[in-house]
């Protein structure tokens, strides 16, 4: 049998990196496993780019931990010496009506968030590169950017690293047990680990290792594209913010100025069912087209020729929001899943709270929305106490 830790943390990605660097700032023994190598580009936090924004139009209640997740990214990038985040502005655009606008504003207003209304001339004087339709308006909000999350997840990493958690990679989990006393891991090579705690940050491969949870997920394959701009400096990220645009009942387009890497866009939301050890990574011409059509109905100067292209996976909910918070049937399990497309922004507050709950601590957040208890399936009540995940 191998040392003991206080917590294991399974999954090193953009959650589990992060909750290993809090879980260690605590004073905590951490082990980390991670089955790929640092910051890959098999799951669900690469491809450069994420959008953090805090007027947040999927529910106001997310606001305070938005806040709190700006604190700790500035002090991560201060503690670490890297740039982890870039405030360009954002402009989220649709008719009135629209939840990406409705839902902004509702957000800036209950909170009181700095933000500005502009109708369709008003955005095309101030952002010439956009094509608005007049019946359309849009929600500028100025503390909004990119944050880069391959960096941000080194710098977890390093952070955690830094703070004497020991930390395994090209190493695969393929169960758990949790008793009374202590939580048992087995690795694929049949090593069985202890630990006090086991939190689970298991991305897109959650249910495959807490399948017995009775929240439904469904894995979802999204490709982010790159295309080389027509005019560099008009979607520069001194002139272009993030953005995203509704329109007609189609998907949500998104996507961000040029940081070097070409222009970012992507639909938000294929619903492609995937399966995250056998993900379709390619990427065909008709894809392309329909991204790039897009792209230059709304940011021509952007749309020039195809870079490249990085699939990668949503983690959805039913209902769009997290699971985070102790494990219904197993305390000594905490759980941080289901992170519905829209998660990286939040990483180091879900890395405070998921370690608070290890230390079996107020997490200082309410976490309601987020319970992995709410609407459990009926079956899973009979399922029997110990897991074996994959
Ligand atoms: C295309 C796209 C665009 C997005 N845009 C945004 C955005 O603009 N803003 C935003 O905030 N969010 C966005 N998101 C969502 C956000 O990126 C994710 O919610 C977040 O990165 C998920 O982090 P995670 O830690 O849950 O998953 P991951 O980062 O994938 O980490 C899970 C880790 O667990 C490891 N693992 C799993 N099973 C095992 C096992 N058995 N043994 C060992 N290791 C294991 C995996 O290898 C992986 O490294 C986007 C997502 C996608 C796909």
Redesign the pocket.
């Known amino acids: 049998m191998s040392a003991r830790y206080d917590a294991i943390v399974?999954?090193?990605?953009?959650?589990?990196s992060a909750v290993a660097a809090h879980a260690a700032a605590r004073g905590m023994r951490v082990l980390g496993?991670?089955?790929?190598g640092p910051a890959?580009a098999?799951?669900?936090?690469h491809?450069e780019t994420?959008?953090?924004r805090q007027a947040y139009f999927e529910s106001p209640e997310y606001v305070p931990l938005l806040r709190r997740a700006y604190e700790l990214w500035d002090a991560l990038a201060a503690r670490t010496g890297t740039v982890l985040r870039a405030q360009t502005g954002g402009l989220f655009v649709g008719r009135p009506e629209t939840p990406v606008v409705a839902g902004t504003l509702e957000s800036a207003r209950r909170w009181e968030l700095a933000h500005a209304v502009y109708d369709a001339a008003e955005m095309r004087a101030r952002f010439p590169m956009v094509t608005p339709r007049d019946d359309e308006i849009g929600v500028y909000e100025a503390i909004a950017g990119a944050l880069f999350?391959e960096a941000g997840v080194r710098a977890h990493l390093d952070d955690a690293a830094e703070r004497g958690a020991e930390l395994r990679f090209g190493?695969?989990?393929g169960g758990w047990d949790a008793g009374d006393g202590e939580v048992r891991v087995r690795l694929d090579d049949g090593t069985v680990l202890e630990a006090d705690r086991l939190a689970i940050?298991?991305?897109?491969?959650f249910a495959k290792?807490a399948p017995d949870l009775g929240i439904p997920l469904r894995v979802e394959r999204?490709v982010?594209f790159f295309f080389a701009p027509l005019d560099r400096d008009a979607v520069s990220p001194e002139r272009l913010p993030v953005y995203a645009v509704e329109r007609d009942g189609a998907r949500m387009l998104y996507g961000f100025p040029d940081f070097g890497v070409g222009a970012k866009a992507?639909h938000h939301g294929s619903g492609v069912a995937a399966d995250p050890d056998t993900l379709d990574r390619t990427v065909r011409d008709r894809e392309i087209a329909v991204a790039r059509e897009a792209l230059a109905s709304f940011v021509p100067a952007a749309a020039g020729p195809f870079l490249r292209a990085a699939p990668?996976?949503?983690?959805l909910t039913p209902d769009e929001h997290f699971v985070i918070g102790a494990h219904p049937r197993h305390p000594r399990v905490a759980l941080a899943?289901g992170?519905s497309?829209?998660?990286?922004?939040f990483a180091p507050v879900v890395g405070e709270i998921v370690a608070a709950v290890l230390a079996g601590e107020d997490p200082g957040f309410g976490l309601d929305l987020f319970s992995p208890g709410r609407a459990r399936a009926a079956h899973a009540c009979s399922l029997n106490f110990s897991v074996q995940?994959?």
Not at 42 to 45: D, K, Q, Y
């Open positions: 399974l999954g090193l990605g953009g959650m589990g496993l991670e089955q790929f890959h098999r799951g669900s936090s491809g994420r959008i953090i999350p190493v695969r989990v940050c298991a991305g897109a491969w290792v999204n982010q992507a990668c996976m949503y983690t899943g992170f497309g829209h998660g990286y922004k995940g994959n």
